[in-house]
């Protein structure tokens, strides 16, 4: 279940999806994913090869994903844990991933590891 959207500045949509589940007994795992899609630019590669390239390996996006979670948390304090979960990633995250050069330098950043390690091109396409 979505959680939040958060439109960036970058036009860039981040997506907080609440995949809580429960643990043993009464207590649950608290899990926010975090995504965010960002699409492969040309500007963000040397040239127009590189950009061609990067597209066959790895897809017309890439996905920047996080894990917001704390494990064994009674029912009662579901939401309250959630929250503090989604507040931190406001105070932190949410400004890293505002920052202008933020999807050139992750896209270059997944680009580089895909070439390092072809057998995570799959896990990279969006």
Partial sequence: MIIETIILDSDLSIILLDQTSHYFGGYFHVKVLVLCDI??????????????????KMGTSARFERVLE??????????????????????????????????PRFVR??????MKNPSKILSLRA
Avoid: W
């Avoid at 040239?47 to 061609?52: K, M, V």
């Fill in 70 to 103: 704390k494990m064994a948390v009674p029912e009662s304090e579901i939401e309250s844990v959630r929250s503090l979960l989604i507040q931190a990633f406001h105070d932190t995250s949410e400004a890293y991933l505002s920052t202008p050069d933020f999807a």
């Fill in 39 to 56: 699409p492969l630019n040309q500007s963000y590669f040397k040239d127009a090869a590189e950009y061609r390239h990067a597209v066959g």
């Fill in 109 to 114: 950043s997944e680009y580089q590891r895909c």
